[in-house]
């Protein structure tokens, strides 16, 4: 089963609102890392953040890692029409064979 | 810029053909994966290697199979294409190193008729 479960599953904001999407776990990771794809295209990676690591920072994205709820959330700032993608969260976890899982996902929309 | 590469693109092939997908990279990485997406949809894992001569299979049962003779080389092949076949597939590879990104390819886009 997949491990990562992203909220919500669709998103919709005005250009320069912030985006929040938030992403949920089950087991022990080493790191987690959030990805964005646009339509019928590849996944890009965005951010990884280590299982030690509480906040990290890249442009206009933030992401947080709470391993006590098992959770992480992606805040991209000031978003703009480009943004509008799906943005996956992915999982690298702790036990040998618990290979490299994705979450469904939260389609973003940004309106000009 | 990734140095994944995915053949072909895009696929339209009658029910019952043998085919096989192509993923190669030039990043010498160990970790390859194949991952099924419908449209819109989350990604399903259906295969991965650590390296040559490992194969495993994913979370999602797969009908396809796959090899990985050459590092930079992990093929997956349908023996008997079926409708329900029709699908995005997704190849990623990354580094043996812990906590590393994963690069993907831009997807071949399969169509089973």
């Known amino acids: 089963s997949q491990q990562g479960e992203e909220d919500p599953q669709a998103l919709s904001i005005q250009e320069g609102e912030n985006a929040t999407m938030n992403c949920s776990y089950k087991?022990?990771?080493?790191?987690l890392q959030w990805y964005r794809q646009n339509s019928g295209r590849g996944l890009v990676h965005l951010i990884l953040i280590r299982s030690n690591e509480r906040e990290k920072h890249s442009g206009r994205l933030r992401v947080t890692l709470d391993t006590s709820k098992k959770s992480s959330s992606l805040l991209i700032t000031a978003s703009r029409a480009a943004d509008t993608a799906s943005y996956f969260c992915a999982t690298d976890h702790i036990l040998y064979g618990q290979n490299f899982v994705f979450g469904p996902g939260t389609r973003l929309s940004v309106l000009p | 810029e990734a140095d994944i590469y995915q053949t072909p693109r895009y696929l339209v092939i009658g029910t019952g053909k043998k085919i096989t997908l192509e993923c190669s990279q030039t990043m010498g990485h160990d970790k390859m994966y194949w991952y099924q997406q419908d449209p819109g949809m989350e990604l399903h894992l259906i295969h991965y290697?650590?390296?040559?001569?490992?194969?495993e299979k994913g979370d999602l049962s797969s009908e396809s199979t796959v090899s990985r003779i050459r590092t930079e080389h992990f093929p997956l092949t349908l023996e008997s294409a079926r409708p329900s076949h029709t699908s995005q597939y997704l190849c990623?590879?990354?580094?043996?190193?812990?906590?590393?990104?994963?690069?993907f390819g831009q997807g071949t886009r399969l169509t089973v008729v």
């Open positions: 990623a590879s990354r580094s043996g190193r812990r906590n590393t990104e994963a690069f």
């Open positions: 290697s650590y390296g040559v001569n490992s194969t």
């Open positions: 087991t022990s990771i080493n790191n």
